[in-house]
């Protein structure tokens, strides 16, 4: 059973087009998480969302927003594709919010923007 | 914010204990220091946690000095397959400050034989 999974693994798309990456958790935690992994290797956190509480990393242009329908759902949706998007998108899960909870991360998914 | 900073790459041969430093001169008194382990193409695994002093689980060590300054991830007899990008993360993502949460730049440990 996969703990956290991601749909698609890749897409393909390009630049100006608008996009949604599903996550799903059966773990029954309460916080999930995306984060965009670059070229270089950098894990950046986009988003946390809590308890219908959705913390943003002030950082990331509102292009990017999370949907989440229920607990175990945070989906991704980018408006206006730009090249810099491309990245691998990374949907992690913990148990809850509080300091320091063990993270579980997806399968990941890689996005290029042409 | 708590920024961290890994060596780029580190090699080792099997069998080998091997050292991994992630300084955190910022770091929080609500902070953990948490590490996670990356192969290609997949999400990074949780390997160990803590908060100060030592912490051991099956199958590392991480060490943390009174100031809480830095980290050492020891991972005890490494073999072919712990080759893998290891990243430090500090922060407390307890309310509302989860874009506190930082990664560091991730070490890429080689195991050669």
């Known amino acids: 059973d996969t703990a956290v999974s991601q749909t698609p693994k890749y897409l393909v798309t390009q630049m100006g087009n608008d996009k949604s990456i599903k996550c799903e958790q059966n773990?029954?935690?309460?916080?999930m998480y995306w984060y965009k992994q670059d070229s270089k290797k950098f894990l950046k956190i986009m988003f946390s969302?809590?308890?219908?509480?959705?913390?943003i990393n002030e950082t990331v242009p509102n292009r990017f927003s999370p949907k989440s329908p229920d607990k175990a759902h945070l989906n991704l949706h980018i408006n206006s594709l730009e090249l810099g998007d491309s990245a691998v998108y990374f949907c992690?899960?913990?148990?809850?919010?509080?300091?320091?909870?063990?993270?579980?991360f997806g399968p990941g998914t890689r996005l290029t923007v042409t | 914010l708590a920024k961290t900073t890994q060596p780029i790459s580190m090699d080792s041969y099997e069998g080998q204990e091997v050292n991994i430093t992630c300084s955190h001169n910022?770091?929080?008194?609500?902070?953990?220091i948490t590490w996670y382990q990356q192969f290609p193409s997949q999400g990074p695994r949780f390997i160990i946690q803590?908060?100060?002093t030592k912490v051991t689980n099956e199958v590392a060590s991480l060490f943390i000095p009174a100031d809480r300054k830095s980290s050492t991830l020891s991972l005890p007899r490494v073999s072919l397959s712990d080759t893998a990008v290891y990243y430090c993360?500090?922060?407390?993502?307890?309310?509302?400050?989860?874009?506190?949460?930082?990664f560091g730049t991730g070490t890429l440990l080689a195991v050669q034989p």
């Open positions: 803590g908060y100060k």
């Open positions: 773990l029954g935690h309460d916080t």
């Open positions: 910022n770091i929080a008194t609500n902070d953990y």
């Open positions: 993360l500090v922060g407390d993502n307890y309310g509302g400050a989860t874009n506190k949460l930082i």
């Open positions: 992690a899960s913990s148990q809850d919010i509080a300091g320091g909870s063990e993270q579980y």
């Open positions: 969302y809590n308890n219908k509480e959705l913390i």
